[in-house]
């Protein structure tokens, strides 16, 4: 059943985040609007309404520090990617180090 509700919540958000992406310019936005703020906010709606308001803001806190890490692992893939003329496999390998360097640093400036 949570399956189901989580196809069905992500659906309706996909759309709306959809049709927000269509309104913006440069059309490159739009995919920022797809998939996954959907999937994360039906995912967080299912958390509350099974866990509470307590397990849901850990599981949001947590969203926002691997999209912190996800932004500088992103940063640093394009730096070597152009920069260094390394390779694709080199340059994901070497930012996937620090992607899990800043998540789990974050996570222990947070918590400890």
Not at 50 to 75: C, D, P, Q, T
């Amino acid at each position: 059943m949570d399956y189901t509700l989580r196809f069905l919540i992500g659906g309706i958000v996909v759309s709306l985040f959809a049709m927000v992406g269509d309104v913006l310019r440069p059309k490159s936005f739009a995919g920022l609007f797809g998939a996954a703020p959907s999937v994360a906010l039906a995912t967080l709606a299912l958390a509350f309404a099974k866990h509470g308001g307590s397990y849901v803001a850990i599981e949001g806190r947590s969203m926002m520090l691997g999209a912190i890490a996800l932004a500088a692992y992103s940063a640093v893939v394009c730096q070597l990617l152009m920069r260094l003329n390394w390779s694709a496999l080199q340059s994901t390998l070497a930012a996937l180090v620090l992607w899990l360097f800043i998540a789990l640093g974050l996570e222990q400036v947070l918590i400890g």
